[in-house]
């Protein structure tokens, strides 16, 4: 049980489909993450927000894009996805402190498949 | 920058053998270290972690780590594993901005009997 969830589990999307994925924290955390997790790669972070401000960026690709609507959800809008894209894509939360960032709570995950 | 490496992809140990999971980092700053636990079809969960204090932390399943400064060291260990401790196991340093997390590529536990 974690008190992070997120949805959908499982995502197949064609390379011209418009999908959205959704996280939200029950703990009262201020700051929220994207990571995408590939197959014998590490994970990468692809963007924070920090009471709802993104703080970083990845370098991520434009057909990405994050919405933080409040501390407590945290979305990410995909379009004309490549097949490379296909991989776990994880959401985390953490209460960041004056003197940085603690422990990060993630999600279950949603496996995405483009097609 | 800061930087992980774990540097064993995979271990593979027989039930009740002791098992050590070397993590070696890169900082430039003052390091929070993190063991996380993955298990399959699930997200990262937090194993334990060392802030401050004591260089040597425990979790409740019997696994600890010790952080060594001088060689830059956070080596995960468990004097006898189970069926069930097989899993992904990462490690984890903060960044220089000390906004996120960096991680390791991973290391893949297997415990037979």
């Known amino acids: 049980e974690t008190g992070v969830t997120q949805t959908p589990r499982h995502l197949v999307m064609g390379m011209t489909n418009k999908k959205s994925l959704k996280c939200e924290q029950h703990l009262g955390h201020n700051a929220m993450y994207w990571y995408k997790q590939s197959a014998k790669k590490p994970l990468e972070l692809m963007f924070v927000y920090n009471f709802k401000e993104q703080t970083e960026n990845n370098s991520v690709p434009s057909r990405f894009s994050p919405e933080c609507p409040n501390s407590s959800h945290l979305f990410l809008h995909l379009h004309t996805l490549q097949p490379e894209d296909s991989a776990l894509y994880l959401c985390?939360?953490?209460?960041?402190?004056?003197?940085?960032?603690?422990?990060?709570?993630f999600g279950p995950g949603t496996r995405l498949t483009v097609t | 920058a800061q930087s992980v490496t774990q540097l064993d992809s995979q271990v593979p140990v027989f039930e009740e053998a002791p098992v050590e999971l070397r993590c070696n980092y890169s900082?430039?700053?003052?390091?929070?270290l993190f063991w996380y636990v993955q298990y399959p079809n699930q997200g990262l969960q937090l194993l334990l972690k060392y802030l401050s204090g004591s260089t040597l932390v425990k979790s409740i399943n019997g696994f600890e780590a010790e952080f060594n400064k001088s060689q830059t060291s956070f080596h995960l260990r468990k004097p006898s594993v189970h069926i069930s401790d097989t899993a992904e196991y990462f490690c984890?340093?903060?960044?220089?901005?000390?906004?996120?997390?960096?991680f390791g590529k991973g290391t893949t536990l297997s415990v037979s009997s």
């Open positions: 985390a939360s953490s209460q960041e402190s004056l003197t940085g960032v603690y422990e990060q709570y």
């Open positions: 900082s430039s700053v003052s390091v929070y």
């Open positions: 984890a340093v903060n960044n220089q901005a000390g906004t996120a997390l960096i």
